[in-house]
């Protein structure tokens, strides 16, 4: 039987999968299994926005989620982008 947090989080990552893509995102997907800072990216085309989002329970403190904000604060700006096919 899966566990009852994974299951939890795995819902909660697929809803923002969908509202993403409602919102424009062209590529939204989870970064599955992955255990990295990243849960989610997002891709809109038009705005040429990517998201990375890290999705977290509504149960943790407010502290906690400041601290990987900051941590993960170099993620924000901007980026030179290479796509590759290998």
Wanted: proline share 2%; charged share 30%; net charge positive.
């Amino acid at each position: 039987m899966s566990n009852k947090n994974y299951l939890k989080g795995y819902a909660k990552e697929q809803y923002h999968v969908q509202r993403l893509k409602k919102e424009g995102f062209e590529i939204a997907n989870r970064s599955a299994g992955s255990h990295s800072p990243v849960d989610l990216f997002a891709i809109n085309k038009l705005t040429r926005v990517i998201k990375f989002i890290q999705c977290k329970p509504l149960s943790m403190s407010k502290n906690k989620r400041k601290e990987i904000e900051l941590n993960l604060n170099w993620l924000n700006g901007v980026f030179r982008v290479k796509f590759e096919v290998i």
